[in-house]
């Protein structure tokens, strides 16, 4: 059966074994007569020529059991070393320690020692979790039991490198997505990008089982079980009926995934060698948990020659909940050495096609100048934004796209390694200065909205002020009114939660770079559009304008009109994302190309760049530095 987390799925599972068998020692998934190698012929499995009709689930799980142990056998000598970690594995490392395998056990049962009944020879016991054990002993062989959320992948595969003995295996198996094709998140770790930062990390794949058939098997043999003593069960065993029908709802959805081929179980053994098979195979990662901040101060700098402010990063990896993939150069240091290179990105609510979805925009992307030279699939930034992208963005991962301001020089390189595809580019357009008459306007056509003829003398700017609650209604409705309008495109969330984290809360608003104001009726005090400015030399940039998108050129025009009044030769420019320009263009504006690509995902499965090309609505107030 699964091996889950959740302590109820748990009981629930071990419930049914014991109502049923008697016996609730496996807890996992059973190997009945399908398990393939893809590199040579499995061994037989017992029982193998009986009927799949006559197996218990009890056999199944034994099966797999034994099959586990004769791998961990064939594969290490006669004093070997071992670690097994999982809370539902007490049998088999029992049962390794029985074959004179010297075996520490992670288990967070405190009681399993008692239940064992005291010390077994051969085997050691700790409550503690693989990424909270000691790295003061190696081991040959670790065992990592059952499903793990895909953002465990890099801690895991990391931390049992340092921990193993030069030429030691790591032995998992588990749940893990196989089809990564449509939109639909999944916390399982992919398959895929398993293979691939195992590699990264200096793993060699020994032998490769695919057991889909077993865990359908045994679902479809575990889910009667259930039916049937779901009575006795709840009362016996302190489970809710409510409890029970969604676990049992659960696991018809498991199986549905496991039918249509999106779902796989898979038994992967690995080798790990201290010696470097390609260059950087020795890098130590980690993410955004593995470091404090000042440790990337020097490599900021380096990287973008200004000053590391501190208040900034603390706003967007702390407040924003960013994220990222760092590496060292050798895992076999203690610390593995400073920071050489950085791939980070900060989260954005998005309205993707209409629908509510989430994005994120990779930024502070830095490699040590002397390293960064070197280019290709062997580099370090290479392995870095691929660690990256396979954790962050794509189809069934917390971030279905990918958005960014990359310079030339680094979008170029990451198109040419397969990293990102090009969606729009970045441009400016400039306000003329010139005073727009109602006549002006007329001379477009008689079909000129209303409101377009409107003059400035009817508005007026007033401060917005972040602790007026009546203030954030006027917003909110103001992005209640631009949203629907962008159902066919691409729009980061601008609603008051954001507005307050972007441009009240950012480190940059204590300075008065930012001016928020609302674009209002002077005699209905109606708000038109909610308007974010910062001075840009000696022009105005429109860094952000909420409203309704028919009316995204009065306001634009109505805003010109009064900053021309406030300050008579200060230009007003916006920076927005080339597809839309013709809903914010006004007569005698100019067009600039800016120089920037804005580039999608195109390593990891995700909407095409066909699908995303010129569809974001972006302006200055996206980026995360400006």
Same mark, same amino acid.
């Given at each position: ?52 009709? +006559?197996?218990?689930?009890?056999? /199944? ?24 970690? &999982? ?13 004179? !395998? ?13 239940? !064992?009944? &005291? ?7 700790? *409550? ?6 000691? @790295?003061?002993? $190696? ?6 039991? &059952? ?9 895991? !595969? ?76 709840? $009362? ?8 029970? @029908?969604?676990?049992?709802?659960? #696991? ?22 201290? $010696? ?12 955004? +948990? ?29 407040? &924003? ?7 060292? #150069? ?22 993707? =096609? ?47 796209? /990918? ?8 979008? +170029?390189?990451?198109?040419?390694? /397969? ?57 909110? /409705?103001?992005? *209640? ?26 480190? =940059? ?92 995902? $195109? ?6 760049? @066909? ?16």
């Amino acid at each position: 059966m699964q091996v889950v987390r959740n302590q109820v799925s748990q009981k629930i599972i071990a419930g049914i074994l014991q109502l049923e068998f008697g016996d609730s020692r496996f807890l996992h998934y059973g190997l009945f007569s399908s398990a393939v190698s893809l590199r040579e012929s499995a061994a037989p499995a017992q029982n193998e020529n009986a009927e799949l009709g +006559n197996y218990t689930l009890a056999d /199944g799980q034994s099966n797999f059991s034994a099959k586990l142990i004769s791998l961990i056998q064939n594969n290490l000598d006669a004093d070997a070393r071992i670690l097994i970690a &999982g809370s539902t594995l007490s049998q088999l490392a029992m049962d390794c320690a029985a074959r004179k !395998l010297n075996t520490l056990l992670l288990n967070d049962d405190s009681s399993l020692g008692d239940r !064992l009944g &005291g010390e077994v020879e051969g085997l050691e016991i700790k *409550q503690e979790s693989l990424l909270q054990i000691a @790295e003061d002993e $190696s081991f040959d062989l670790i065992l990592l039991q &059952g499903s793990y959320c895909y953002s465990e992948q890099l801690s895991l !595969l990391v931390k049992s490198r340092r921990l193993l003995a030069d030429g030691g295996k790591l032995l998992l198996f588990g749940e893990f997505l196989d089809d990564d094709s449509k939109i639909e998140y999944s916390p399982l770790a992919n398959s895929s990008s398993l293979f691939q930062l195992a590699e990264r990390l200096g793993y060699t794949v020994l032998d490769h089982y695919q057991c889909d058939a077993d865990a359908i098997k045994s679902l479809q043999l575990f889910m009667p079980l259930l039916e049937k003593h779901k009575r006795q069960l709840c $009362s016996e065993f302190d489970i809710s009926d409510a409890e029970t @029908e969604e676990y049992l709802q659960h #696991l018809g959805f498991i199986e549905k995934e496991f039918l249509e081929h999106r779902r796989c179980f898979r038994i992967v053994l690995f080798e790990h060698s201290d $010696s470097e098979v390609e260059e950087y195979t020795n890098a130590e990662y980690g993410d955004i +948990n593995s470091f404090a901040a000042e440790e990337v101060a020097t490599l900021f700098e380096e990287s973008f020659n200004v000053p590391f402010n501190a208040e900034l990063w603390d706003w967007k990896y702390v407040k &924003g909940r960013g994220t990222c993939v760092v590496a060292r #150069l050798d895992y076999k240091n203690k610390d593995g050495g400073k920071i050489v290179a950085h791939y980070g990105g900060a989260p954005r609510s998005i309205y993707y =096609f209409g629908k509510l979805s989430m994005a994120i925009q990779p930024c502070d992307v830095m490699v040590q100048p002397e390293i960064r030279r070197k280019y290709g699939r062997s580099s370090l930034f290479f392995k870095v934004a691929a660690t990256f992208l396979e954790r962050e963005i794509g189809n069934t991962v917390k971030h279905l796209l /990918g958005f960014g301001f990359p310079n030339q020089k680094t979008m +170029n390189i990451s198109i040419r390694m /397969g990293l990102y595809e090009k969606t729009d580019e970045f441009v400016e357009i400039l306000y003329s200065q010139n005073r727009q008459s109602k006549e002006e306007g007329e001379r477009k056509g008689e079909e000129i909205r209303e409101e377009q003829k409107e003059s400035a003398n009817d508005y007026c700017l007033s401060d917005f002020q972040p602790e007026n609650e009546e203030h954030h209604k006027l917003l909110n /409705g103001l992005w *209640q009114q631009m949203y629907p309008d962008f159902e066919s495109a691409i729009i980061g969330v601008r609603d008051w939660e954001y507005v307050k984290y972007r441009y009240f809360d950012h480190p =940059f608003a204590t300075t008065g770079q930012y001016r928020c104001v609302l674009l209002r009726n002077r005699k209905s005090g109606k708000a038109l559009a909610f308007v974010v400015l910062k001075d840009h030399g000696d022009q105005h940039l429109l860094m952000d304008l909420i409203c309704g998108r028919p009316a995204l050129q009065s306001a634009i025009r109505l805003l010109n009109q009064l900053l021309m009044r406030e300050e008579p030769g200060r230009v007003l420019k916006i920076w927005i994302t080339k597809n839309h320009v013709e809903s914010i263009l006004l007569d005698g504006a100019i067009e600039n190309e800016l120089g920037i690509e804005i580039p999608c995902n $195109s390593w990891n499965p995700g909407p095409s760049s @066909e699908t995303l090309y010129g569809a974001w609505w972006l302006t200055a107030g996206d980026m995360d530095f400006v």
